[in-house]
């Protein structure tokens, strides 16, 4: 019997990772701590066999923030989550656990562009665009520090997640799709993770308890026509796709100021190359890059 403690209650992705985890209950006992309550630094940690660490702010427009929210993201992107792993590895005391972290292909940057494709390979190094990325990427920076042999630290940096209930970017698509008829078909690619396959990768990581940085994402690529078409279906809506257009959609994308900008977030070029899918990099080469 294994004990998984999710730290972030009320997350999309932990409530999914706990539901989908239910039909395995006679393996697995899952608890989830409320992290704005201060009382989660009593709670004895070493209980548990693995901490997954979901508790963080999600992606919004950061394009005009005050100081005062950029800082409440290192506050609790970066911060928090080094505080709970350190925490966690005081509590085992020298006993074996191991940290699961929810970071994102955000600390790639957010360039994407329409009329280029983008590859994310093993070798490219974090960019991130924004205080949001930085944020995850400090906090992987952090908790890479105190990966050792017993305390095993495992990253995750997934492209953008869809499912039913899922936010962030695929809201933005099933508004889209709920509202418009029609739709450009333009031929581009992205990586992307669907919920259930995210619950199957995660209880891989939580059987093998092994350490390292990992990048799931689905076999295929996603084409954004192709979603957008899919979700008006499963909503009972019909949008048709056209591609006769294509060429003014990539003209747009070179316009300055924020019809280009849109342009290239929606139908931008952005992929894991096919090896991350199955491959890992060790924790220690975060730990590398701080040192330069």
Not at 168 to 180: E, M, R, S, W
Request: hydrophobic share 35%.
């Amino acid at each position: 019997m294994k004990r998984i403690l999710i730290t972030g209650a009320n997350s999309y992705i932990g409530m999914s990772f706990e539901r989908w985890m239910s039909q395995y209950s006679h393996n697995y006992v899952i608890d989830t701590l409320d992290m704005r309550d201060p009382s989660w630094q009593d709670k004895d940690l070493s209980l548990y066999d693995v901490v997954f660490h979901v508790a963080g702010i999600a992606h919004a427009d950061v394009s005009k923030v005050s100081d005062k929210t950029k800082q409440l993201y290192y506050d609790v992107n970066t911060n928090l989550t080094i505080q709970t792993a350190e925490k966690y590895k005081r509590d085992l005391k020298g006993k074996t656990g191991q940290f699961i972290f929810m970071s994102s292909i955000i600390i790639y940057g957010e360039e994407t562009n329409i009329n280029k494709k983008r590859i994310i390979t093993l070798n490219t190094e974090p960019n991130p665009s924004n205080f949001y990325g930085d944020s995850k990427l400090q906090a992987e920076i952090g908790i890479s520090l105190i990966n050792d042999d017993t305390f095993k630290v495992a990253i995750l940096r997934p492209p953008m997640i869809y499912g039913a209930g899922s936010k962030g970017n695929y809201q933005q698509l099933k508004k889209i799709a709920k509202v418009f008829p029609v739709f450009p078909d333009v031929r581009n690619e992205r990586s992307v993770l669907s919920i259930e396959n995210l619950c199957i990768f995660l209880k891989e990581r939580v059987d093998t308890q092994d350490s390292g940085i990992f990048f799931p994402q689905d076999e295929e690529y996603i084409r954004t026509s192709f979603l957008v078409r899919d979700i008006a279906k499963n909503n009972r809506k019909k949008v048709i796709l056209f591609s006769w257009m294509n060429w003014i959609v990539s003209l747009l994308g070179y316009v300055p100021g924020k019809i280009g900008k849109l342009t290239n977030k929606a139908f931008g070029n952005l992929v894991y190359s096919k090896e991350c899918k199955k491959k890992k990099i060790t924790v220690k080469i975060i730990e590398d890059s701080k040192e330069k």
